[in-house]
């Protein structure tokens, strides 16, 4: 199919992402944060579970909202204020895959794309490693014959570059799935039982909503869930295996984001300001301590000494008595 497109340049804009665990969360968050006061509603009552899926065979840990069932379709796709539609390359029908992107961006929606690293030059898999990852197109400009593309580039940090059109278009050389992503207008107002029994959740370990009772996969069985996530991180250091960093980073984004719907909740008067204020500096300080307990696990990595190994457990441990409380006490304010 033919696209006739006389527009020269387009750009969708994006904005720093609370939460960079996963790309397809990352994605979806530097979108909507460009209006983060208006699609904040909707996040105050999501993203408090976290999930362990000890047989997944690459996530193990993750937020409730993101972690899929069966088919990789997410709670974060139906929030309110986002329009997702999905195809893949054979179904899209294109003549090159860059005059999809463009029709798409002119049309107000970002490109998530599984793209083959092999072909991108500014990427340490080129020339040497069929590494395909699912990477987020926001613009181009024809005149330069490029794409700008957020993905984790640069230290496994969600950074931005600009790929040439003949990169874009031999990376594209498969058929897994693209995600179309649009920010669009919403008028959600925060479902405070929701955000209760997920508070509720958290502090019991327990999912009462059975999202994955009915799932097929044995990936999806024997999950643990909001405290029992530290359980699992001291269990898994016990049997000896080196930390996957995604599972400590996963509890500093949840403080990021958990300061985030502090704010909001301050914002809106209906709580006790003062409670959610002192409650605020308290989640500063897990903030802090999920991170050094992150760089730990990092560390512990690249030199796993059994005092090392000692140390992280005893912060796993110390932070899940300090999240118990401090989650118990956020409950008691909503």
């Known amino acids: ?100 992107v463009e029709y798409e961006i002119n049309q107000g929606f970002g490109v998530e794309a599984c793209l083959d690293r092999f072909y991108i030059k500014s990427s340490e898999a080129y020339q040497t490693d069929r590494y395909i990852h699912s990477s987020f197109i ?9 794409m700008y593309v957020a993905d984790f580039w640069v230290n496994g940090k969600y950074s931005k570059i600009a790929i040439s059109y003949d990169e874009m278009n031999a990376c594209m050389d498969n058929d897994y799935i693209i995600n179309l992503f649009k920010e669009v207008g919403q008028n959600y107002r925060v479902n405070k ?46 049997k000896g295996e080196i930390p996957d960093i995604r599972m400590y980073h996963i509890l500093h984004d949840h403080k990021k984001l958990m300061k985030c719907r502090i704010e909001y909740l301050i914002g809106q008067g209906e709580w006790n300001s003062g409670k959610l204020a002192e409650l605020d500096s308290r989640n500063d300080s897990l903030i802090l301590e999920t ?23 005893n912060r796993i441990v110390n932070l899940k008595n300090l999240d118990a409380k401090f989650m118990s006490d956020f409950l008691d304010i909503l």
């Not at 997920?198 to 370990?205: A, E, G, I, R, T």
């Not at 999202?211 to 996530?229: D, P, T």
């Not at 991170?291 to 457990?313: C, D, F, H, Q, W």
């Open 291 to 313: 991170e050094v307990l992150r760089n730990s696990a990092i560390k512990y990595n690249m030199s796993p000494t059994e005092k090392a190994r000692g140390n992280i457990k």
């Open 138 to 146: 926001y613009g181009y400009d024809k005149e330069k014959k490029e």
């Open 1 to 100: 199919m033919e696209w006739h497109n006389t527009i020269s340049h387009n750009e969708i804009k994006l904005a720093e992402p609370p939460i960079t665990t996963y790309p397809s969360i990352a994605n979806v968050l530097s979108l909507m944060w460009n209006h983060k006061e208006k699609n904040m509603a909707w996040f105050v009552d999501h993203f408090i579970q976290i999930v362990v899926r000890p047989n997944h065979p690459d996530t193990f840990g993750d937020f409730y909202d993101h972690a899929d069932i069966d088919n990789y379709v997410r709670l974060l796709y139906g929030a309110a204020g986002l329009d997702w539609m999905r195809v893949n390359s054979n179904c899209a029908f294109f003549d090159t895959f860059t005059d999809y």
């Open 193 to 238: 039982e929701l955000m209760k029994r997920s508070f509720l959740d958290y502090l019991n370990s327990r999912d009462s909503f059975d999202r994955f009772k009915f799932s097929a996969k044995e990936y999806n069985k024997g999950l643990l869930f909001g405290l029992e996530y530290y359980d699992y991180l001291c269990s898994d250091l016990d």
